[in-house]
């Protein structure tokens, strides 16, 4: 039985993508059987993790506590397109406001990785930038390479 049906336990991988319902981990569970989660969550297939994370959304605006603040948070670094990078900062500014939740440990650790992400993301979006440019300014160079063919070609036939 895996963390998705029991909240706790080992699993075949292959059992993933035969569920049809995915349950959320209880309040109860625990930090360590959120992260098991969590990580099973990342092996089913892209619609299927849609589907979790819109649970887990619906459920935190039913009741913004902390622990469907930090699960939404959880499943946002494993679900890519479950909320923004900003959604998912903000919602761990939430329990880094507070020193004293028994999430703020994990808060720090998501909130370390989301910066992370955040500035990878940057540097490629830069590094796409500058690629389109570096690749506007070959073809302008292939262009004039292509001009002065052109003109040494002309010479050279008007010296026959």
């Given at each position: ?24 981990p ?23 993790r ?10 935190y ?12 948070a ?17 919602l761990?500014?939430e ?18 990785i ?6 990878s ?14 690749h ?6 292939t ?8 003109i ?9």
């Amino acid at each position: 039985m895996s963390f998705l049906q029991s909240g706790g336990g080992n699993h075949s991988s292959s059992r993933l993508s035969e569920r049809a319902a995915i349950s959320l981990p209880s309040r109860a569970s625990g930090i360590k059987t959120l992260m098991g989660y969590a990580g099973e969550v990342a092996q089913l297939p892209q619609n299927q993790r849609l589907k979790v994370c819109m649970k887990a959304k619906t459920q935190y605006a039913d009741s913004p506590n902390g622990f469907y603040r930090i699960r939404l948070a959880v499943l946002a670094s494993v679900v890519p397109g479950c909320i923004s990078p900003d959604q998912q900062t903000s919602l761990l500014q939430e329990s880094l406001n507070h020193r004293g939740s028994s999430y703020y440990g994990v808060a720090q650790y998501l909130s370390a990785i989301t910066r992370r992400q955040q500035k990878s993301e940057q540097a490629l979006s830069e590094s796409k930038r500058s690629n389109a440019a570096l690749h506007k300014k070959l073809k302008a160079l292939t262009h004039i390479e292509t001009q002065v063919n052109q003109i040494k070609t002309h010479e050279l036939q008007n010296l026959n």
